[in-house]
């Protein structure tokens, strides 16, 4: 099956850049996205790159694609306290070959940022 | 604007219980989902339905059923609740032919003792 991995833990002190790694192994995928999860909350849609992307930006966040190598990095600029949460690469889901199979989630990775 | 919508939030159950957790969602989507949740496992998916009508498993459909009651509504239910079934249950849904963005409830935080 397939997989998503990413680091567990980043820790950032407050004004740095933070970057999350993640590595994916379904190359067929149409989107890949960034999801944040705060503390007791549900996930939410961050942001998202079309794979014909290498590069998306909006505002403090840049997400960068690189197809060959199957890597997908989200940096964050000029990191605040709020945005210590939990940060999930995700890609869609191959359950069942196609459809709305869902997304797969790398493990995530907690964000924690030092004054 | 509601989205989507799970409950009960907070549930305590002693093994061998059952206990079925309810979502919906007003957003008109299509596909519906629940995962789990796990420290340091990350979210995994239970079941799914791809439309009114159908359910799927996913990757650890063990010891759960679903029902997609009609477009809005789809539950998930223990039937006898096993301590590793302890987690965060999320329900989920979104629309095919977008982005394939997922909409997700706040959760149901669930301990089988």
């Known amino acids: 099956g397939e997989d998503v991995e990413q680091s567990l833990f980043l820790s950032v002190r407050e004004g740095d850049s933070s970057v999350i790694n993640c590595t994916y192994t379904?190359?067929?995928?149409?989107?890949l996205y960034w999801y944040k999860q705060e503390p007791g909350a549900g996930l939410q849609l961050l942001t998202y790159i079309f794979s014909n992307m290498d590069m998306k930006q909006d505002q403090r966040l840049t997400v960068l694609l690189n197809k060959k190598d199957k890597h997908l990095s989200l940096r964050i600029a000029d990191t605040q306290t709020g945005d210590s949460a939990i940060y999930f690469c995700a890609d869609p889901g191959t359950y069942s070959g196609g459809g709305a199979d869902g997304l797969t989630f790398g493990k995530g990775t907690h964000l924690i940022i030092q004054p | 604007n509601a989205g989507v919508t799970q409950t009960p939030k907070f549930q305590v159950l002693k093994t061998g219980q059952s206990m079925t957790l309810q979502c919906a969602q007003d957003m008109n989507h299509n596909s519906m989902y629940w995962y789990r949740q796990d420290p340091g496992m990350g979210l995994r998916l239970i079941y799914y339905s791809a439309s009114e009508g159908t359910t799927d498993k996913g990757e650890v459909p063990n010891g759960y059923n679903v029902s997609r009651l009609n477009k809005r509504e789809f539950s998930l239910r223990l039937e006898s609740a096993a301590p590793s079934q302890t987690s965060v249950y999320f329900c989920?849904?979104?629309?095919?032919?977008?982005?394939?963005?997922?909409?997700f409830g706040e959760g149901s935080r669930l301990t089988v003792l």
């Open positions: 989920a849904s979104s629309e095919t032919g977008t982005t394939g963005e997922l909409f």
């Open positions: 379904d190359s067929s995928s149409t989107y």
